[in-house]
């Protein structure tokens, strides 16, 4: 990053409403700090919000391809739309930059609501190696139409929390050697796929004791063992969703506080807004391969070298302090 900084500053100019509302400000109280009615502020704050651009059209005209990593995490959010049941949004952030580059808010979690993700994608350019998902039907199809060959890394967590239900492993002791035993030598200890298939035997040898659940069990990992252990041939590719999980956590308390939207369009213009500011909002929380990201945002990291960071800054109303160009290459996080 060399020696260019910038900063965002909070204290001398005021934020325009969009950007305090999706952080969580109460309609009321930005109402009462600018001398707004209640339906003055929301009205504001609408007008605000639907002037914004497209975040999917943001990242076509503003970032470099090659500054991604190709490595997708992907996932669903459920969202509650007045005179409908919750539907998913699902969005995608690249996961070496951090950056929530797309999201559709979709009426089902389906093949099409996938294949709009990906050949959207695809359209942009972006570099796809491999999406990390949740077990999901519909994925692979639509994957295998935009893009043949990237591949698909199953979550390990949320695969192996399927497993204990399966086994009941939290309330009843019967399986609890096997999990514990197909964990370790299956899904934790190897580096790779030899050393996967070793664990798989090991288990079904010394645990299965020819129980129809076990072998069952051990059966599917081995057919599935492509998008289970994809990662281990991607380099810096997670075997976990936790990235997008935390993303979630967030924004589940945000939709909360509004307690659902009056329409399917209400709720597309406040995700392509929400997605925006956490695209333009510095990182804090990194830890670890990722705290040289912390007081970095996250486009800053994939905009072209023109426009400026600043100018973008500028023309979502938020007016940088220094000037600040966007590196060469993407932050080292190996």
Known sequence: MGNHTFSINYKTQRLPLWIEHVDGVPFRKLGNEQNLSGKQTYLRVARELAKLPDNTKLTVDLCDMRRYSGILVLDGKYIKVVGTKAIPFLWGLDYLTHDPLIGKLSKAEDTPAFRYIFFALKAMGYPLKIVVVDDRAGISQALKEAYP?????????????????????????????????????????????????????????????????????????????????????????????????????????????????????????????????????????????????????????????QPSWPSVLTDLGISPVKCFLPPEKPLNTN
């Not at 035993?181 to 090991?202: A, C, M, N, Q, W």
Request: some cysteine.
């Open 149 to 305: 060959r990237a591949r698909i890394q199953l979550c390990h967590v949320h695969y192996l929390e399927n497993i204990r239900r399966i086994l009941t492993v939290r309330t009843n002791e019967y399986h609890q050697h096997f999990f514990n035993s197909l964990r370790l030598h299956v899904f934790l200890e190897p580096k790779t796929i030899d050393e996967v298939l070793k664990g798989l035997k090991h288990v079904k040898d010394s645990r299965c004791e020819q129980n129809e659940l076990r072998l069952g069990i051990v059966w599917e990992i081995y057919h599935r063992i492509d998008e289970l252990f994809a990662y281990l041939n991607i380099p810096n590719c997670p075997n976990n969703t936790n990235l997008i999980e935390l993303y979630n956590s967030h924004l589940n308390a945000r939709v909360k506080s509004i307690k659902g939207f009056s329409s399917f369009s209400h709720a597309s213009t406040w995700l392509n807004a929400y997605m925006i500011r956490r695209r333009t909002k510095p990182l804090t929380d990194c830890e670890g391969r990722f705290k040289p990201l912390n007081g970095h945002a996250s486009l800053e990291l994939s905009i072209k070298k």
